[in-house]
């Protein structure tokens, strides 16, 4: 039997670390210098601490838009806001296949009314906007971009991020619609767009984070990440009209921070420093700037567990501790009754609680990578891009990120990851406090839970009723026609399309169909 | 001979390591797996549970929306004629909801954190009482 003690991702440890580990610390560049390994910025999180930004959404446009407008009077300055599945996979709210799922998850969009709705009373040019948007990420930029007009906001004034990353969720999300070659001319659009126009606006934010929750390690999650990003990025320079420099700065990323303390600390300066490289040496990257790795992350998911739920609040709190010493810029720290039921307002705020405990109270920000030189740290760290470069030649072997999804690699690959994981757990090879190991007898808690309102899916049939009675039917016609003889040759940019589809109040679902009839849907591979 | 059983998410939820670490355990565990994937609409599995001729039909539902969509595969599965297969269902349900997916036509429901064995051996016991009644 194999005795080696491994980390999560399979990187065989010593008992202890020393010099020999070390041969290169002398050449280890400081903090805000190139390749990054200690960190972006020089003076770390005193210069600018990490962003605390907690996911929710729910209901209709008018409950979001009251919910934001209280966060924005408490002195919050960024909003993030969560969509329904329909919303998310491109169908309308009257879609009878649908009914079910209208803002179950997040807030329901339909046409622009919805989100004139969704802003009223909300100066978009003084607050940013994260929406974890991917299939119709293009389509809410669209709106969200009439909606400032409307406002009378010029576009270089907006700021936010749409997530916008379509590959993962072929694997692993599953908001996917049309294919991936015709989904990623979309993106690049996108990311042309907000260069030319929105400047201010984050075009992706490129997520790993989906990956690891469906069951991939640590190393995997950041291998296909850096692969997902280096196809966007290959994707925008072969159309041959930007640099990498001019649009590398207004890309991003997004991870999970599971449980294995100092390997979650080593991804993260791995990512960093395999990312500068990446964009220096095979884009051709001039400005340091393009070469960062901008970094938001999550603290819970997968590694939740169930069975004596309050565990999770100091497994939260570990993994929190682990994402600031890795040195993420924002983070959202999950709340302990997650895995089965949508956060109450108090397990809510505990979540936000430890962030403000580990910032204020703890002085782990202080000092910028505190963990830097350590014979340990700096070990794992060059382990763990070596093992994150093996995976990244695997699958371009395998002819890239595209191929190794349509082919059901990727997807093979995690599931055979989050098998392993099980199997370890079960035959106690793994342990789980409170789950395989320190069992009790404790029932499940009691949990009262969200109960979703009728009347606001009516509302909202009753609002995309009235928008389809009174818009005009040749503008709708117009604009949808463009839309389509535009998607179907290469070469133009869809984005002003889509805005004029917006100014005319065509619904999500309209736009999209026109999409499917060019492009086809994505055929799932099913592996397992 | 393996007890055949088609596994599949309806509705628009995407998360999918749960349903495919249960394919992945009763297909190890003896049973003959059609895995449909996620996003499949009610009318499609009972398609297909009639083309397979499966004993027993599991779905996942992580989203929230198990009830409607519990009902709605019961629905298309009797329209379909595939009545005799047993639905079961899987996923965050809280206890209140069990008695409203029995009520809606599942024979069984499993909530996260059920142990794999446990719903292999229960899809077992409810073949058999399938297998003797008919």
Not at chain 1, 201 to 210: C, M, P, Q
Not at chain 1, 341 to 349: D, G, K, L, M, V
């Amino acid at each position: 039997m194999d005795e080696t003690v491994r980390s999560e991702s399979g990187i065989p440890l010593n008992s202890s670390y020393g010099p020999a580990d070390l041969p290169g610390a002398e050449s280890i560049p400081p903090p805000g210098v190139f390749p990054f390994t200690r960190g972006n910025f020089p003076d770390g999180y005193r210069g600018r601490p990490w962003t605390i930004r907690q996911y929710s959404g729910f209901g209709t446009a008018e409950e979001s838009n009251e919910r934001y407008r209280y966060l924005l009077e408490q002195g919050a300055t960024g909003l993030s806001v969560a969509f329904d599945l329909p919303s998310q996979c491109g169908y309308d709210s009257d879609d009878p296949d649908v009914e079910e799922e209208v803002g179950r998850v997040g807030v329901a969009i339909d046409p622009l009314a919805d989100f004139e709705l969704l802003f009223d009373r909300i100066p978009l040019d003084a607050i940013s906007t994260s929406m974890t948007i991917n299939g119709t990420a293009a389509i809410m930029l669209a709106f969200y971009v009439a909606v400032g007009e409307k406002q009378g906001v010029e576009r270089a004034k907006l700021r936010g991020t749409i997530q916008n990353d379509i590959l993962k969720e072929y694997v692993s999300r599953g908001t996917w619609i049309w294919p991936p070659r015709p989904s990623l001319r979309l993106i690049a659009d996108t990311i042309e767009f907000c260069a030319d126009d929105v400047p201010r606006f984050n075009a992706i934010s490129v997520a790993g984070a989906h990956f690891r929750d469906a069951g991939a390690s640590a190393a995997q999650e950041m291998a296909f990440t850096l692969m997902d990003g280096v196809t966007y990025c290959e994707e925008v320079i072969g159309r041959g009209r930007m640099t990498i420099d001019q649009f590398a700065p207004q890309v991003s990323f997004f991870f999970y921070t599971h449980g294995d303390f100092f390997e979650e600390i080593a991804k993260y300066r791995a990512g960093r420093r395999r990312w500068a490289r990446i964009v220096r040496e095979r884009f051709g990257a001039q400005d340091d700037r393009s070469c960062m790795f901008r970094v938001g992350c999550v603290s819970g998911g997968a590694s939740l567990h169930g069975p004596q739920p309050h565990n999770n609040i100091v497994r939260v709190a570990y993994e929190a501790m682990a994402s600031v010493l890795g040195g993420v810029q924002s983070m959202f720290t999950a709340a302990w009754d997650e895995p089965f039921a949508i956060p109450t307002e108090e397990s809510a705020t505990l979540a936000l609680r430890t962030q403000q405990i580990l910032a204020y109270e703890t002085g782990v920000a202080r000092v910028v990578d505190p963990l830097g030189g350590s014979y340990y740290v700096e070990a794992l760290t060059d382990a763990m891009e070596e093992r994150v470069v093996e995976i990244m030649e695997d699958l371009e072997r395998h002819g890239g990120m595209v191929k190794a999804i349509e082919d059901g690699v990727l997807q093979r690959l995690i599931s055979e990851q989050a098998f392993g994981v099980d199997r370890a757990v079960r035959s106690g090879e793994r342990t789980i406090v409170g789950v395989n190991k320190f069992e009790t007898d404790e029932s499940p808690p009691k949990t009262e839970g969200y109960e979703l309102d009728e009347k606001g899916r009516i509302r909202q049939l009753e609002r995309l009723a009235e928008v389809k009675r009174t818009r005009s039917a040749a503008d709708v016609k117009a604009t949808l026609g463009a839309l389509s003889t535009a998607a179907a040759k290469d070469g133009e940019n869809l984005m002003p399309h889509l805005v004029e589809c917006a100014r005319a109040y065509c619904t999500v679902g309209e736009m999209v169909d026109v999409l499917k009839d060019q492009w086809g849907e994505f055929q799932q591979p099913v592996v397992f | 001979m393996a007890i055949r059983v088609l596994v599949a998410k309806p509705g628009l939820d995407g998360h999918d390591r749960g349903v495919k670490l249960v394919a992945r355990s009763l297909r190890d565990a003896g049973f003959e797996v059609i895995y449909l994937g996620i996003r499949q609409r009610p009318e499609s599995i009972a398609a297909v549970a009639v083309q397979e001729d499966v004993q027993i039909v599991g779905l996942s539902i992580l989203s929230g929306a198990h009830v409607a969509l519990t009902r709605k595969t019961a629905d298309a599965l009797r329209a379909a004629g595939a009545e005799d297969a047993v639905l079961v269902v899987g996923g965050t349900i809280r206890q209140r909801d069990v008695a409203r997916l029995e009520e809606a036509g599942a024979a069984a429901v499993y909530p996260t954190g059920t142990p794999l064995e446990s719903v292999v051996e229960s899809l077992r016991a409810l073949s058999g009482a399938v297998q003797t009644s008919s």
